[in-house]
């Protein structure tokens, strides 16, 4: 049961740090598109991103930056996610940890999977600043 709860805080503690962190760069400005600040769609796993404007390599390496970022962000939630999926199949058994070894492959496995489905489903320039957002999206992660 400690499993439980220790798992909920920290998705908790995850989520509300990645809310804090765009929700402080965007914080009273409505010019923004909301999934700048809220990327969340239900049935996907999403998170939004930006890069400012390149002085080398110009639209093409700014799209790179935010989208390395999107796909960073993107795997942390993901793994997160499978991560307390795991946990609940850890047992204690005379004192000892086990792991079913077999079920953490399946997982690895899915996060791959998840991660090769991965999008852009939108895109957004800011006309003042010039920084590029994208909101990018992968199918939820269920269990195995």
């Known amino acids: 049961m400690n499993n439980v709860y220790r798992i909920l805080v920290i998705l ?13 760069i965007k914080a009273g400005d409505d010019n923004y598109p909301y999934w700048v600040i ?6 996907f796993v999403a998170v939004s991103a930006s ?5 080398m390599g110009g639209e093409q390496a700014q799209r790179r ?3 390395t970022k999107a796909r960073q962000q993107l795997a ?9 999926e795991y946990d ?5 058994s005379n004192g000892k940890v ?25 895109e957004w320039v ?5 920084e590029l957002f994208i909101h990018y999206v992968t199918d939820a992660v269920t269990g195995i």
């Not at 800011?126 to 010039?130: L, Q, T, V, Y």
Request: aromatic share 4%; glycine share 4%; net charge neutral.
């Open 65 to 67: 930056v935010a989208l």
């Open 12 to 24: 908790f503690i995850t989520h509300f740090a990645l809310a804090c962190q765009q929700m402080a």
């Open 51 to 55: 890069a400012p404007k390149q002085n």
């Open 76 to 84: 942390e939630h993901i793994r997160v996610r499978v991560q307390s």
């Open 38 to 43: 809220n990327p969340e769609i239900d049935g």
């Open 126 to 130: 800011d006309p003042a600043s010039g």
């Open 98 to 122: 086990t792991i079913n070894q077999d079920l953490k492959a399946k997982m690895q496995s899915r996060v791959l999977m998840d991660m090769g489905k991965a999008r852009i489903l939108n």
């Open 88 to 92: 609940t199949f850890i047992e204690e």
